[in-house]
């Protein structure tokens, strides 16, 4: 039985990421890699458009990932979380790293983000 | 020695206020290791009282470029593998330690790999994940009009724009 609050994986939440590149730039082990590009949003009543990111694709390297949890701790909007999910079992490294599809399966996490 | 077992010494008194600590009855010797501050290296000793199960940490400073304490092999044998381990990681050299052949690397390999001014080759010869910035069309590479931001553990200079010499880098780990 793995309890819920257990660190099994690490999962996104594409919708909250603003690709500020904090987490890839504090991994000790370089194994994020985040690729996104900007875009302009015309919004109703602002003078100009709005420069916005837009996340093309977030990967982990679980073969490097040593589970420290920086990344988790110290994301602004929450987009990372512990998951008790903990399934990385792959045949080959590159197996290891999962995409936005993969470590978005692992969210909801069980734990409520801090600071909600 | 404060509340929290601290004990700030003066260099040519580590080995005289350790021995007096192991009379003491800290007679079990826990481990020896180097915090670089930059200029200075401060080198910590724990040892246990095992009876009152009490630790206690000796702490010392030597200046980085000149870094030489005594050994305290006499007081703890134990003590010579973590001595030979901090001179082998962080360059302090202890008088009067015997053996002190590197345990991991190479005599030849150069800085200590654990002085924060010993760069990080591995981290300078591969791309950094951070350096990548937002596109307009989506490609990596950024904006050249920003300044390029360095991996921490890397020196400015280090291994940028010129060519890897083969022999110097990589291979020799």
């Known amino acids: 039985m793995i309890p819920a609050e257990a660190h099994g994986t690490i999962a996104l939440r594409a919708s909250a990421c603003t690709s500020c590149m904090i987490c890839v730039r504090e991994c000790p082990t370089w194994c994020i890699d985040l690729v996104s590009h900007t ?60 995409g936005i599809k993969e ?6 996490p069980t734990q409520p983000p801090t600071g909600n | 020695m404060n509340s929290h077992g601290r004990i700030d010494v003066a260099p040519a008194d580590w080995e005289q206020v350790v021995s007096g600590l192991q009379r003491e009855g800290f007679t079990l010797f826990d481990f020896i290791t180097v915090v670089d501050r930059g200029s200075t290296l401060e080198v910590v ?9 009490v630790p206690t940490m000796v702490w010392t400073t030597l200046p980085a470029d000149a870094a030489e304490l005594a ?13 030979r381990e901090a001179a082998e990681m962080f360059g302090v050299v202890f008088i009067g330690l015997g053996d002190s052949r590197p345990l991991l690397l190479r005599a030849s390999l150069g800085e200590p790999p654990m002085r924060k001014s010993s760069a990080l080759v591995a981290r300078a010869i591969r791309d950094w994940p951070g350096a990548a910035q937002s596109t307009d069309d989506g490609r990596q590479g950024g904006n050249p009009s920003r300044r390029r931001q360095l991996p921490p553990g890397v020196p400015e200079d280090f291994l940028r724009d010129e060519p890897l010499v083969s022999g110097t880098t990589g291979d020799e780990r």
């Open chain 2, 45 to 53: 000793a724990r040892v246990v009282n095992p009876v009152a199960r």
């Open chain 1, 39 to 98: 875009e302009q949003v015309s919004e109703a009543g602002a003078r100009r458009p709005k420069t916005v990111n837009v996340l093309d694709a977030f990967r982990i390297d679980f073969g490097l990932c040593m589970y420290c949890g920086i990344c988790v701790d110290l994301c602004p909007f929450d987009a990372l979380a512990w998951s008790p999910e903990h399934d990385h079992g792959a045949t080959t490294a590159a197996g290891l790293v999962q």
């Open chain 2, 71 to 83: 050994s305290l092999c006499s007081i703890y044998l134990g003590a010579a593998w973590c001595e």
């Open chain 1, 103 to 108: 470590l978005e399966m692992a969210w909801p």
